[in-house]
């Protein structure tokens, strides 16, 4: 079993910036790859940035340049820094996992972007 837990969500204008955090407890040993998902209203979730345990890297092309997920295995934390955010970046973003064919999620982080 591995829990996650995310927070940093908020309320933020245009143009500013957010950084969330997601730690994972549990059977963490040897985590691979840990995933930022979102879902805005009426949408389905969306994978927004993956980043494996070997530092290989993937963004949504609505996210890139903008946003920079990164982690921190000494703690089973990964983050996901957000900058110049748009009211289209605005719902809940997941923190995600696995361990062999399960999948792990967070509560969920609520991101409002007011324009």
């Known amino acids: 079993q591995v829990q996650l837990v995310e927070s940093g969500g908020g309320l933020v204008q245009a143009g500013g910036s957010l950084r969330l955090s997601c730690t994972a407890s549990?059977?963490?040993?040897?985590?691979?790859?840990m995933d930022w998902y979102r879902q805005a209203p009426e949408k389905q979730r969306e994978l927004v940035a993956s980043?494996?345990?070997?530092?290989?890297?993937r963004y949504a092309d609505s996210v890139k340049g903008r946003f920079t997920i990164s982690r921190d295995d000494a703690k089973n934390t990964v983050f996901l820094q957000m900058n110049s955010l748009k009211p289209e970046d605005t719902g809940v973003y997941y923190c995600?996992?696995?361990?062999?064919?399960?999948?792990?999620w967070g509560q969920g982080t609520q991101v409002t972007v007011s324009s």
């Open positions: 995600h996992t696995n361990r062999g064919v399960r999948d792990y």
């Open positions: 980043q494996s345990r070997v530092l290989v890297t």
């Open positions: 549990g059977d963490v040993f040897n985590i691979n790859v």
